[in-house]
């Protein structure tokens, strides 16, 4: 009897499902579709930086600059200066900015590497909402909903700050928060309606 020729049948169809989003041992393995996920099937990461003590420009350009040779294919919004919203007492205004890229890394992996840029930048908190030479917060990873100790993501107030909305749609409208299922560009429009006297972010 002939063996039945199974080479390359069986990779060629687990490539085929695998590629579609289904994993035929383990079932559906997240919507391979949309901007949450590149075309590497590596999870598009959203991360919001912010800085309002000391050389603000100079902690910016570092934490971008640590990015960029963290993540793939990354892209970054422009500076905004932004009037201090939530914080303790009066500070100074910050900077603040967006950066999407991809990562090999877990979620807790990059969220250790964020702290560790941080760090890198002296970043100190005697209180909450003190004053910063270095704020990182991940926003979005690919279309994971994570809520674990030390580890929430969707950031769980990225909705309802403009300081991260309006950066990240210069560079990124189309991305996909996989709560709300809204894009980013959505999300804008939507607290722009909610307030309409904000005041405006200045680039
Ligand atoms: P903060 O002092 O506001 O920068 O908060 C940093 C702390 O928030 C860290 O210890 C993180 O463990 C925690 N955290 C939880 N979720 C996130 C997130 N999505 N991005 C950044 N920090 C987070």
Do not use: W
């Not at 970043?123 to 990182?136: S, V």
Request: hydrophobic fraction near 40%; charge should be neutral; proline fraction near 8%.
């Amino acid at each position: 009897m002939r063996p039945i020729p199974r080479k390359g049948v069986v990779p060629l169809f687990l490539f085929c499902q695998v590629k579609k989003g289904y994993d035929p041992f383990f079932g559906v393995v997240g919507r391979r579709s949309g901007p949450t996920r590149t075309s590497d099937h590596l999870p598009l990461v959203a991360v919001a930086i912010g800085s309002n003590l000391g050389d603000r420009e100079s902690h910016m350009a570092f934490a971008r600059s640590r990015l960029r040779a963290m993540l793939g294919s990354i892209r970054a919004s422009s500076f905004y200066e932004t009037t201090p919203e939530g914080v303790e007492g009066e500070q100074p205004a910050f900077l603040n900015a967006a950066v999407i890229g991809e990562t090999q890394l877990s979620a807790r992996d990059l969220l250790d590497a964020l702290l560790a840029i941080e760090a890198d930048r002296g970043r100190e908190r005697p209180f909450a909402r003190a004053p910063r030479t270095l704020d990182l917060d991940l926003v979005l990873f690919g279309d994971q909903i994570i809520d674990e100790p030390g580890l929430t993501v969707p950031h769980p107030r990225f909705r309802e700050r403009r300081f991260v909305l309006e950066p990240l749609a210069e560079i990124a409208p189309d991305l996909r928060d996989p709560a709300s299922h809204k894009s980013i560009a959505e999300l804008l429009d939507e607290l722009t309606r909610s307030t309409p006297d904000h005041e405006a972010l200045r680039r």
